[in-house]
């Protein structure tokens, strides 16, 4: 069942793409454009070789994925807050200090010459990216900041799924309640409904 789910994401994922690049709609968020291209490159591949999903490889991939979540809170807070300046500065000072205290977070508890042992603190950065997106996303709410469809659509589907189960597998592992097979398999589940909707509002006409 996981495995259908998985295939039948990478499919909408895939149909999402081709919308962003199709309907020329990457500009709504390049970051996001680039998050979602990688997240299908890297499910095809893993998925077409399960065998080479390696540790090595999940914190490549993870290191991507965590690069282009900090990048989609930064591009997003310039984009849509650089005409309403009181906004911006409170914007640039709330991402300012967020990614200041997670960027010291994870090397204060991160150890020396633990390459090897980083995937213990890999979540708490995923974590971090997201809760960057999050107050991005908050404040663009909060202040009723008109954005493009493409961006809002971003803003109420991708935001709310990390945020959910993202940070909820990671309390569950902190947790030391191990892997929850229910839990991976709504993680799945809700994933294909996310990137449905992102493929119907990047396939529609603005």
């Not at 680039?34 to 893993?46: D, E, I, K, Q, R």
């Not at 398999?185 to 990137?195: C, F, G, K, P, T």
Request: glycine share 6%.
């Amino acid at each position: 069942m996981h495995r259908a789910l998985a295939f039948l994401g990478l499919g909408l994922a895939g149909a999402a793409v081709l919308g962003i690049v199709g309907r020329r709609k990457t500009t709504a968020c390049v970051s996001f454009s680039v998050l979602m291209a990688a997240s299908v490159g890297f499910t095809a591949f893993f998925l077409l070789f399960p065998n080479r999903y390696t540790p090595a490889a999940f914190l490549a991939k993870q290191g991507i994925y965590d690069s282009l979540l900090f990048g989609m809170s930064v591009e997003l807070s310039f984009r849509v807050f650089s005409a309403f300046r009181g906004i911006a500065d409170s914007a640039r000072k709330v991402l300012g200090g967020l990614v200041l205290v997670s960027t010291s977070a994870v090397f204060l508890l991160t150890p020396q010459a633990a390459y090897s042992e980083f995937w213990r603190y890999q979540p708490s950065v995923t974590t971090a990216g997201v809760w960057c997106l999050t107050c991005v996303s908050l404040l663009i709410v909060w202040y009723q900041i008109p954005v493009a469809a493409f961006t809002k659509a971003i803003v109420m589907a991708y935001v709310p799924y990390q945020v959910v189960f993202v940070i909820l597998v990671d309390i569950i592992r902190r947790q030391g309640w191990g892997v929850v097979p229910e839990v991976n398999l709504a993680n799945a589940a809700a994933y294909d409904v996310m990137v449905a909707y992102l493929a119907y509002a990047a396939w529609r006409k603005d």
